[in-house]
């Protein structure tokens, strides 16, 4: 069982960075596949990023409205996660989730893509301009 806690949220203004971090345990699989998603009210849940690892591969998918703004990127010795966001902007505001898809390939692992399973409990993220 994979169990995932993200830490990280908070409130900037437009412009400002904040770093999301999930920590991962129960996740022993040889590959992975982690990812970001977010959800703001009133809207549906949207893919963020992705990174898929396995040995010295590392494959990083974004969604365009983050595109040259966030960075994810992944430490496998500490089962850590993080997001990097950069020149945020109000609508980056949401409920931002860290997610878990063991045992699928490179090719299954993108942004939003519907194999992730298990998911954090959130950390919000709001960014006032």
């Known amino acids: 069982q994979v169990h995932l806690v993200e830490s990280g949220g908070g409130s900037v203004q437009a412009g400002g960075s904040l770093r999301l971090s999930c920590a991962a345990s129960?996740?022993?699989?040889?590959?992975?596949?982690m990812g970001w998603f977010r959800q703001a009210p009133g809207k549906e849940r949207e893919g963020v990023t992705s990174i898929y690892t396995y040995g010295g591969i590392s494959i990083t998918s974004y969604a365009d409205s983050v595109k040259g703004r966030f960075t994810i990127s992944q430490d496998n010795a500490q089962n850590m996660v993080y997001l990097e966001m950069n020149s945020l902007k109000p609508e980056d505001t949401a409920m931002y989730y860290c997610?878990?898809?063991?045992?699928?390939?490179?090719?299954?692992?993108?942004?939003?893509?519907?194999?992730?399973?298990?998911w954090g409990q959130g950390t919000q993220v709001t960014v006032s301009s």
């Open positions: 129960g996740y022993t699989y040889s590959s992975k596949c």
């Open positions: 997610a878990a898809a063991p045992s699928v390939s490179s090719g299954d692992c993108y942004s939003g893509s519907p194999v992730f399973r298990y």
